[in-house]
């Protein structure tokens, strides 16, 4: 009976062992887990994903602002929208952009750590800042299952007059909203 433990004994230190080895082979995981909650809601497309607005030689920029040559115009389609929405009442249909805001600007986009140039976005006309809503106010009715078009516009923008080299890049992510 003595060695029938010893046995279990060994056998269960070396198990013990072999588990802890698979449970240490990744100690941290992170999930982020989003969502919305909205009276109503559009699908949203645009034709191009990924807008590479180019590479610029940091000693032609010469002004804190847009960088020229750097623009670029493109369209976000709604449709599948899923209620009727009148514009009445002083409603407007909201955009929200998710992303990472520049340290230097908060008003502009770049998730590059110690950047001094990020992305200046539009809708509508209006500017859009990471994390916030805009109001689309071109957009006054929307029948159910309907569709509509926001013109959009992206920039680089310098924060500083003679930016060092860098990498941007601005992952954004839109969602639309209304009652």
């Known amino acids: 009976m003595l060695i029938n433990k010893k046995n279990l004994i060994v056998l269960s230190i070396a198990a013990g ?4 080895g698979a449970a240490m082979s990744a100690t941290n995981a992170q ?3 989003t969502g ?5 809601t559009c699908d949203l497309s645009v034709t191009n994903t990924n807008i590479d607005l180019g590479t610029f030689i940091s000693s032609d920029i010469q002004t804190v602002g847009t960088i020229a040559g750097s623009t670029h115009n493109f369209d976000m389609s709604l449709s599948n929208c899923s209620q009727e929405f009148d514009g009445e ?26 950047g001094t140039v990020g992305v200046a976005v539009t809708a509508d006309g209006k500017e859009v800042k990471p994390n916030t809503n805009v109001q689309l ?14 013109p959009m516009n992206v920039a680089l923008n310098s924060t ?19 009652e």
Request: overall charge positive; aromatic content about 8%; charged content about 15%.
């Open 31 to 33: 999930v982020t887990v």
């Open 36 to 40: 919305n909650i909205a009276a109503a």
């Open 160 to 178: 500083v007059s003679k930016p060092a080299s860098q990498r941007i890049e601005a992952p954004i992510t839109f969602s639309v909203s209304y």
């Open 89 to 114: 009442n002083g409603k407007f249909v909201q955009m929200y952009a998710k992303g990472t805001a520049l340290a230097a600007n908060t008003s502009l986009f770049n998730n590059v750590e110690k």
């Open 137 to 150: 106010s071109s957009i006054k009715s929307l029948v159910e299952g309907g569709s509509a078009v926001i």
């Open 17 to 20: 062992l072999g588990f802890s």
